[in-house]
């Protein structure tokens, strides 16, 4: 029926969705979900978009089929190598038609630490070598990875104003100048690269099944071993790990994605060498290879099959203990079905109002069904038991603390708001609502939550130290461009502090 714009390489279906509304001229977003969805309510998803039998029906035959344009034009490659098998078939189910949530929920997206892009993200230099050769712009998928921020040839990634996860779910939005503003790019740094080449590389692996939780506990359990780092048979010494990922990776990088809790019990780090009761992200497993493999190359590929060939416990469909032999599609249909209601509701709630379901789940695929639940809860929470909010408060400002000591003399990271230090704590919506029963966090984030002025001097003294260190000097307006500031902006305090920088110090060109 209509001329659907093919996607061009490594472009996300979002975007090729968004090419489709500007080239038949539809001004509303409705209107581009009835021509090409026929359904209304499909959200504009940029990651990780379902209803692709939709899309396909749209391009030719013979040389797409839902495998290709998951692999090739979604962010699941990312996720696809770190579940388990059943669960990786599960979400491409989900992809080809509707999840209702499900999909993320799924992949481990909900549970994870890593900061999604609050925009979609681009590469302007990127944007003219695609505007030579195809004519258009078009949003790359590798600039959307959470985790990912630069392009390894250009820079480091600008922010459009084209929100990841907008409030109006049902707009795709075309990249263009009003939405991309062109600014100067700075580069990246190695370990920017080193990310933006591990995820490329993820990308570019195809659909083969995935190894099972159970693996990948022995591969960080032999890990640590050769490092190591196991007294007695089975205890690991989390000391020492942490001692190396702090070798490896600065503060202010763990902070940047989210990861920076190492320490407590609930770690990502602490869950990653016990038992794997859910899956991590690429990210997490970088970080922890990249530590432990020091200055050695490697890639996924090779960790994928390292992995795969630890021995595996049967998959779950033999954990049917009425002993009868149940059909896959039965299986699948009955996981459908939960996972769906999951993605609506918590875990109590999906249980009441599926008490049947879950008890055919129980009874003929347990381990699966625990699996999914562990999933699905927040890491912090112990499940049925009650939180102590006394040992919650210790724990959190003792996290607090630590970082504050690591962060004091680091100019780098974003200003210090009683968000962003809650931010850095696990189940962060969780404290922000109790901060009644936690008299000490509330008191860290009186003493330290940095003001306007704080943040805009701190910002300052970064690009003042660098302009020192290199024996340089640095005229004013680029001093305000590299540090966001202009005088209007400034409070009183940063201008006092200005002034007298300029007054003392041979530093500033007036
Ligand atoms: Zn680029």
Same mark, same amino acid.
Request: glycine share 2%.
């Given at each position: ?14 975007? /090729? ?26 959200? $504009? ?18 040389? *797409?089929? @839902? ?11 990312? *996720? ?16 080809? #038609?509707?999840? !209702?949530? $499900? ?50 040839? !250009? #820079? ?12 109006? %779910? ?46 990948? /506990? ?7 071993? %050769? ?21 490896? +990776? ?14 407590? =019990?609930?770690? +990502? ?32 590929? =090779?960790?994928?099959?390292?992995? %795969? ?13 009425? #002993?009868? %032999?149940? &059909? ?30 879950? $008890? ?33 408060? +210790? ?28 931010? &850095? ?29 704080? *943040? ?22 680029? @001093? ?31």
């Amino acid at each position: 029926m209509f001329n659907f714009p093919t996607p061009y390489p490594d472009e996300l279906i979002y975007s /090729t969705v968004a090419r489709a509304g500007i080239r038949l001229a539809l001004s509303s977003p409705k209107q581009l979900l009835d021509e090409v969805f026929q359904n209304r309510k499909v959200s $504009a998803t940029v990651d990780l978009p379902c209803h692709l039998e939709k899309i396909l029906h749209w391009l030719p035959q013979r040389l *797409y089929d @839902l495998n290709h344009l998951i692999d090739k034009h979604t962010l699941f490659p990312i *996720y696809a190598c770190f579940i388990p098998e059943e669960r990786r078939q599960n979400c491409l189910h989900f992809m080809q #038609g509707a999840s !209702h949530g $499900a999909l993320h929920l799924a992949v481990g997206l909900n549970a994870s630490k890593v900061h999604i892009p609050e925009y979609l993200r681009y590469c302007p230099r990127c944007f003219e070598e695609q505007l030579q050769s195809y004519g258009e712009w078009y949003w790359s998928r590798l600039w959307q990875i959470p985790g990912v921020s630069c392009c390894p040839q !250009h #820079g480091k990634l600008l922010n459009s104003s084209v929100q990841y996860r907008p409030v109006h %779910k049902h707009e795709f939005k075309a990249a263009c100048l009003e939405n991309c503003p062109t600014h100067a790019q700075e580069p990246a740094s190695l370990d920017e690269i080193l990310i933006a080449q591990k995820a490329i590389e993820l990308c570019s692996l195809t659909n083969t099944p995935s190894a099972n939780l159970a693996q990948w /506990t022995l591969f960080y359990k032999d890990l640590a071993l %050769k490092h190591h780092m196991v007294k007695g048979k089975h205890h690991i010494v989390h000391e020492l790990i942490y001692q190396k990922i702090m070798q490896r +990776w600065p503060m202010s990088f763990l902070i940047q994605h989210g990861l920076s809790d190492l320490c407590t =019990e609930n770690s +990502w780090l602490h869950h990653m060498f016990r038992k794997h009761r859910r899956s991590f992200s690429y990210l997490e497993h970088l970080i922890v290879i990249e530590a432990f493999y020091a200055g050695k190359s490697w890639t996924f590929q =090779e960790i994928l099959k390292a992995v %795969k060939a630890y021995s595996h416990t049967p998959t779950s469909f033999c954990d049917n203990t009425v #002993g009868e %032999k149940l &059909q896959p599609t039965v299986i699948h249909t009955q996981r459908h079905l939960w996972l769906t209601a999951l993605a609506q509701t918590s875990i109590v709630n999906a249980r009441r109002q599926n008490t049947a379901l879950y $008890a055919w789940l129980y009874r003929n695929d347990k381990k699966w069904l625990v699996e999914t639940n562990a999933q699905k809860q927040m890491p912090f929470i112990p499940s049925g038991k009650k939180v102590n909010w006394k040992q919650r408060d +210790w724990e959190g400002v003792k996290t607090l603390l630590r970082l504050h000591q690591q962060l004091l003399e680091n100019l780098d990271s974003p200003r210090r708001t009683r968000t962003w230090w809650i931010k &850095q704590l696990s189940s962060p919506s969780t404290i922000e609502k109790n901060l009644a029963s936690l008299p000490l966090i509330t008191k860290f984030l009186n003493t330290y939550q940095e003001d306007t002025s704080c *943040y805009q001097i701190r910002r300052l003294s970064r690009e003042l130290l660098l302009t020192k260190r290199n024996n340089e000097s640095i005229s004013l307006w680029v @001093l305000l461009r590299k540090t966001g500031l202009t005088t209007d902006r400034m409070t009183q305090e940063t201008q006092t502090f200005l002034n007298h920088v300029i007054q003392h110090d041979q530093l500033i060109k007036v």
